[in-house]
C-alpha cells in the first residue's frame, strides 16, 4: 500500500484531511481511458467518466475519515492510488468506534444510489439520450460505478469494508485480537477465490487486488498473532496509556532504536539499559499510539489520598 508522502501529489485539504494522488494513477488512467475509446464518442467522456469514478472513491474515503474523527480518532489523510483509494483512519480500539468507523464508507455509496439513480430517471423525459447520448451514458455509467464499488467493498474478505465489518462485529464477543484472527483467515479464502478468478479471466487487475489482499491478510495474521501474545502476559497496574487505558505488560516487549536491544521501557524509565539512549515517548502495544512516559502514569496514583 501507498504511503501519503511517496510518490504522491497533494491535491487539496478539507476540513483538517489532506487528499494525496499517488504517481502511478496517471499511468494506469491513460491506459484505461484509451481502452474504453469506443464507449463515447470522444475521449473527453471517458476522461470525465474515469475522474468521476475516482471521485466516488473519495467520497467513500472521506465518509470513513470523517465517521473516525466523530468517534474521537485520528484520520487526516487519503491517498487515491489506481486500485481505489485508502483512507488513514485511526479510531479508538473500541469495537463499535471501529464499526462506525469501516461502514461509514460503503453508507456514502448507498446515500449515492438514489441519487445517481434519479439523476439518469429524470434524465429521460428530458430527451437527453436522445439530444446528447453521451451525457445520459455517463449518468447511467455513474449510477452503475458506484453500485459495484458499493457492492465490491462490502465483501466479507479483509481487508476490503466487508471483511473489517465482520472483524468489528465479532470483536463484541471475542474480544480485539481473535476478531481480528478469525477475519484475516476467512481473508485467505477470499484471496484464494480472488487468484482463481484473475487466473480465469486473466486479469491483472484481479492479480494486482489478490496480491494486495493478501499481503494485508498476511499481516492483519501476524498482529493478531501478536495481540493473544501479549493479551497473556502480566500487566503494570501502576501505569495506564492515556488513549486507549490499558495497563501495559510486563517484559523486554521494546526494542531500543540505538542499539536494537530488547529492554523493558518501563522497568528502565524509557532509558535503554544497554546503550543508555533515552527516548521521549513511548508506544502502546495495545492501540500503538506514543506518548510520553510521565503521561503513562496511572490516573489513579495520580488521585489525594483517601
Known amino acids: 500500500m501507498p504511503t501519503a508522502r511517496q510518490g504522491s501529489i497533494h491535491l487539496f485539504r478539507f476540513s483538517g484531511i489532506d487528499v494525496f494522488l499517488h504517481w502511478s494513477w496517471f499511468l494506469v488512467a491513460v491506459y484505461e481511458i484509451q481502452d474504453r475509446g469506443h464507449s463515447y464518442s470522444s475521449i473527453t467522456w471517458n476522461i470525465v467518466e474515469y475522474l468521476g469514478l475516482f471521485l466516488i472513491v473519495m467520497l467513500h474515503e472521506f465518509g470513513h475519515a470523517l465517521a473516525c474523527r466523530q468517534v474521537g480518532g485520528r484520520a487526516n489523510r487519503i491517498i487515491l492510488w489506481p486500485l481505489g483509494g485508502v483512507a488513514y483512519v485511526d479510531p479508538p480500539p473500541r ?122 491478510c ?36 521494546w526494542r531500543c532504536g540505538n542499539c536494537r536491544q530488547p529492554f523493558d521501557t518501563f522497568a528502565t524509565g524509557a532509558v535503554c539499559p544497554w546503550c543508555s539512549a533515552r527516548f521521549a515517548k513511548t508506544r502502546c502495544l495495545d492501540c500503538g499510539e506514543q506518548h510520553a512516559f510521565n503521561d503513562w502514569t496511572a490516573s489513579t496514583l495520580l488521585a489525594p489520598n483517601a
Open 218 to 253: 498476511w499481516g492483519g495474521l501476524k498482529h493478531a498473532q501478536e495481540l493473544l501474545r501479549i493479551a497473556k502476559l502480566p500487566r503494570r497496574q501502576e501505569f495506564a496509556c492515556p488513549r486507549c487505558k490499558t495497563s501495559p505488560p510486563a517484559g523486554a516487549l
Open 95 to 216: 469495537p463499535g468506534a471501529t464499526l462506525w468507523s469501516i461502514a461509514a464508507g460503503p453508507l456514502v455509496n448507498v446515500a449515492l444510489l438514489p441519487i445517481l439513480r434519479a439523476a439518469v430517471i429524470f434524465s429521460r423525459p428530458q430527451e437527453l439520450p436522445a439530444a446528447i447520448p453521451n451525457a445520459y451514458d455517463l449518468l447511467t455509467s455513474f449510477f452503475w460505478m458506484n453500485v459495484g464499488l458499493l457492492a465490491f467493498n462490502i465483501l466479507p474478505i479483509y481487508p476490503l469494508d466487508g471483511g473489517q465489518i465482520l472483524r468489528s462485529l465479532l470483536w463484541f464477543p471475542l474480544g480485539r485480537a481473535r476478531s481480528l484472527q478469525v477475519a484475516t483467515i476467512l481473508g485467505f479464502i477470499g484471496v484464494a477465490g480472488f487468484i482463481g478468478l484473475a487466473l480465469w479471466m486473466q486479469s491483472i487487475w484481479f492479480g494486482a487486488l489478490a496480491a494486495f489482499m493478501l499481503l494485508n
